[in-house]
Structures are given as C-alpha cells and as structure tokens.
C-alpha cells in the first residue's frame, strides 16, 4: 500500500510541473489604414529568411484586403538597431507599421527534415508611436512542407 502511494504522489509531483502553452488566437486588425511592411530582422543562420518572411507577410495581409506598403532596404537587416533606424526614417506617416524579426525558420535534422518557424510581429501605430498587438508565432510542420508553407499557414491563422 504504502508503495502505490509513494508512486502515486511521485506521479503527481512529476505532472504538476509539465507545461504547455498552446494558444491559437487571431488578432484583428483596421482595414482602413495602411501597413508599412518593414524588413523582418533575421536571426537566423539561413540567409535572406527575413526577406522571405517579410514577403510572405505582405502576400497574406494583401490576401486579407489590407492595403501593405514595403519598405525596402539594401541589405538583410541582422540587428534592431537598424530596423529602428528605418522606422524612425518613416515615422509620422499616417498608418500602421509592421516590424518583425524571424527566430527561427530551418529544417530539423534528421530523416525526416521537418521545417521549424518562429517569428515575431510588432504592429505600432505610426501617428502616435504606440503599439497596436504583438505576437510570436511558432509551428513545426510535416516532412512534406516547405519553410513558406507553415509560416503562411501560422500566418493566416494568426491574422482575421
């Protein structure tokens, strides 16, 4: 008796202290203003993925019948000071900015090769300098999936 005990307060004390935060929300947004798509900072060690993810976030929120305007840069941004200085450059418009970086965007070794995506968006209001929403996004996918697949999916779920 006193061994089932023992084994289940063990079992009971190993489980209370699992985790997981799963939280599939969507965010809506004004469609009446306009949304200056800034470079996603990259992370990353692939290159060009926050130019990718930048031009797959304009692509679902143009889907959505938002009105995007891509601010385009030279170079792959690799640090937030720069994405603040191209920020401040556009301040003072009359819209919505949209910053981001990407933490991660890779296939996973192994047989299967599964592609991992986690970025961050950031929505300030470029009038007043505050934030709008903000949110991290992050999905594995299936062996089958490319990078632009899951992030448009976790895209299109996260976006109305």
């Given at each position: 008796?006193?061994?089932?005990?023992?084994?289940?307060?063990?079992?009971?004390?190993?489980?209370?202290?699992?985790?997981?935060?799963?939280?599939?929300?969507?965010?809506?947004?004004?469609?009446?203003?306009?949304?200056?798509?800034?470079?996603?900072?990259?992370?990353?060690?692939?290159?060009?993925?926050?130019m990718k993810v930048q031009s797959i976030v304009a692509g679902v929120l143009q889907s959505k019948g938002y009105k995007v305007v891509l601010v385009p840069?030279?170079?792959?941004?690799?640090?937030?000071?720069?994405?603040?200085?191209?920020?401040?450059?556009?301040?003072?418009?009359?819209?919505?900015?949209?910053?981001?970086?990407?933490?991660?965007?890779?296939?996973?070794?192994?047989?299967?090769?599964?592609?991992?995506?986690?970025?961050?968006?950031?929505?300030?209001?470029?009038?007043?300098?505050?934030?709008?929403?903000?949110?991290?996004?992050?999905?594995?996918?299936?062996?089958?999936?490319?990078?632009?697949?899951?992030?448009?999916?976790?895209?299109?779920?996260?976006?109305?």
């Amino acid at each position: 008796m006193k061994v089932r005990f023992v084994m289940l307060l063990f079992l009971v004390l190993l489980t209370s202290c699992a985790t997981v935060i799963n939280r599939e929300a969507s965010i809506s947004l004004p469609k009446d203003k306009t949304y200056y798509l800034l470079p996603f900072v990259n992370y990353t060690e692939s290159p060009k993925a926050g130019m990718k993810v930048q031009s797959i976030v304009a692509g679902v929120l143009q889907s959505k019948g938002y009105k995007v305007v891509l601010v385009p840069t030279e170079e792959e941004l690799t640090d937030e000071k720069k994405l603040e200085e191209l920020y401040t450059k556009t301040k003072g418009k009359k819209g919505i900015a949209v910053l981001g970086t990407v933490n991660e965007w890779r296939y996973k070794t192994g047989i299967d090769g599964e592609p991992a995506v986690s970025i961050t968006l950031r929505f300030v209001d470029m009038e007043t300098d505050k934030p709008i929403n903000s949110m991290v996004l992050s999905r594995s996918g299936w062996s089958y999936e490319s990078l632009g697949v899951v992030t448009q999916r976790i895209l299109n779920k996260a976006i109305e």
